[in-house]
């Protein structure tokens, strides 16, 4: 799904948000729902998430 997708990238710190507000925007409802919290948890050995990946408020 496009939530995956942005997800792996947002996890590499590979999306340049400033030129994407309307996407940003709905990534932030994406990951504020419950049923993403697991997956915003997970993280892959030695190559930690940006510090904002997490944040809902990025």
């Known amino acids: 799904t496009a939530a995956a997708h942005l997800s792996?990238?947002?996890y590499i710190g590979d999306v340049p948000w400033a030129q994407y507000q309307g996407a940003k925007d709905w990534y932030v409802r994406i990951k504020s729902?419950?049923?993403f919290r697991g997956i915003l948890a997970d993280h892959?050995?030695?190559m930690?998430?940006?510090?904002l990946y997490a944040n809902l408020d990025f």
């Open 33 to 35: 729902r419950p049923a």
């Open 8 to 10: 792996c990238l947002d």
């Open 44 to 46: 892959v050995a030695g």
């Open 48 to 51: 930690p998430p940006p510090k």
